[in-house]
Structures are given as structure tokens and as C-alpha cells.
């Protein structure tokens, strides 16, 4: 927490965490212009934020673009202000419009997030491809059953939620599938990938969706999706509590 309210405290790099808001997956030189100060002093503004957490990265070719992390904001809000506000009981899950064709491997991702789970590889590995284990954690699916290749998620009322395909998987470190909702203007299939990686007594995990056809806006829609099923799965392997961060009502 000290790392992450340090880097808030400046506000140059509060300008550049607006400027990922306005637009995700920034290069430096895109960025650049937002500061009056030298590359280099860029460079280091965006590596404190970082380090704290607040914004992750990922290299195409040459280029390395920048994504905002609301994670560790939302860890804050969660721990100290949620308490106390009084949340509706069920919340509509916004328009997710998205497509599968036309993706190449090198292509940008529209979205990226990254968390620090206190457990091992295989118990991550097995929260992730194990579908028996979305009871647990899931803001909005109650269970899931599996086809195949294909995972479906279902509300308690037995109302299809959304399902994927598993694409490609290397064991204990990538998971890659498809990203189909089901609710109304769900839009067609995009794609995500799932990068589990060892550090310490930690697993870093990091979420890349590709091929969304909407801008991604921090705490509203595909985002706000994101960061409820991590805190539900990061709190239940941590606590073995079953955590649900959401609405658990039927459709």
C-alpha cells in the first residue's frame, strides 16, 4: 500500500494514469507529450507506477505499451471505503461487444491486468481449468459444467452465463480461449489469455483480452468484470473462503 499511495502523490504520474484512462495501451512516445519533461523523465515516472502496481506492460515488436491496473485501486476501495456504501443488491452487466476474427499473435491486447496471488502454481492451475472450481469464486456464476473443450458458466437459475473454448494451453504457466457471453449484446466471440508466472512465495497472474471492439473504461463493464473475478479468486485461494465480489442473482 505505501508503494502504490507514494506513486499517486505525484502528479505527473496521476497525468499519466488519466492519459491510460482516456486511452489504454499507450507507448512512451504516445505519452511523452503529456508531461513537459525529457523521455528519460517519463521513462521514470512510468516505472514507479510500475513497480507500485498501477499500470502493466506488454511488448509488441518493438514497442512496449502500457495498460492501467485498477486492481490495486480497487484492493484500496474494497478494504477501507466499500464498507460503507450501500450497493445495490443486482447490477446489469453492461454491453460487451466483441469479435474473434482477424487476430494475429503479435496483436495488441485491448486490455491487461495483473495480480499477486499467495499460493502455489498448482492450485492456480487448477482454479483456472478445473470448471467445478468457478463455484468458488465467480462475482456471477453459481457452477459450470464442461463439453469438450467448451466451459459453460451458468447463473442460479440455470440461465447460460457465458462459455469458452479452450484454444491452446501450456501446463501450470498459459491458458488461452475464447470470451463468448451469452447475456443479450453480448456481441460476438473475443479472446483471452490467462499467463501464470512464480515469484517467491507468490503467483503473478496476468490477464490479457484481445479483440474487444469497445474502449475499455476503468471500473465499468468488461474492467469492472475483470477486477471482481480476481478479487473472488485471490481472496478464496488466499483465505479458502468461498468470495463472491458481485451480484450471485438469477437473470
Not at 482516456?22 to 505519452?31: P, R
Amino acid at each position: 500500500m505505501d508503494a502504490l499511495f507514494k506513486s499517486l502523490a505525484d502528479p505527473a504520474r496521476r497525468t499519466l494514469l488519466d492519459a491510460l484512462r482516456e486511452q489504454d495501451g499507450q507507448t512512451l512516445q504516445q505519452l511523452q507529450p503529456c508531461l513537459d519533461m525529457s523521455r528519460f523523465g517519463v521513462m521514470k515516472h512510468l516505472g514507479v507506477l510500475e513497480d507500485a502496481g498501477l499500470i502493466t506492460t506488454k511488448r509488441v515488436g518493438r514497442f512496449k505499451h502500457h495498460y492501467l491496473n485498477a486492481l490495486p485501486l480497487q484492493e484500496a476501495i474494497d478494504r477501507w471505503i466499500e464498507p460503507l456504501l450501500v450497493k445495490p443488491a443486482a447490477r446489469a452487466v453492461l454491453d460487451l461487444k466483441s469479435q474473434l476474427e482477424g487476430t494475429s499473435p503479435m496483436s495488441k491486447p485491448d486490455f491487461v491486468m495483473q495480480t499477486y496471488i499467495k499460493t502455489t502454481q498448482d492450485r492456480l492451475w487448477d482454479a483456472l481449468s478445473d470448471e467445478t472450481n468457478v463455484a468458488h469464486y465467480h462475482f456471477m456464476a453459481s457452477h459450470a459444467t464442461r463439453e469438450g473443450a467448451r466451459t459453460t458458466m451458468f447463473l442460479p437459475d440455470g440461465t447460460e452465463l457465458m462459455s469458452n473454448v479452450l484454444l491452446t494451453s501450456d501446463p501450470k504457466s498459459r491458458i488461452e480461449c475464447t470470451f463468448e457471453p451469452n447475456w443479450e449484446g453480448g456481441g460476438a466471440p473475443s479472446r483471452v489469455i490467462y499467463l501464470i508466472e512464480v515469484e517467491g512465495d507468490f503467483i503473478k497472474l496476468t490477464v490479457e483480452h484481445y479483440d474487444l471492439t469497445f474502449p475499455v473504461v476503468p471500473g465499468e463493464g468488461v474492467a469492472d468484470g475483470w477486477a471482481r473475478w480476481a478479487a473472488g479468486l485471490k481472496t478464496w485461494l488466499e483465505t479458502g473462503e468461498p468470495t463472491h465480489f458481485g451480484s450471485r442473482a438469477s437473470a
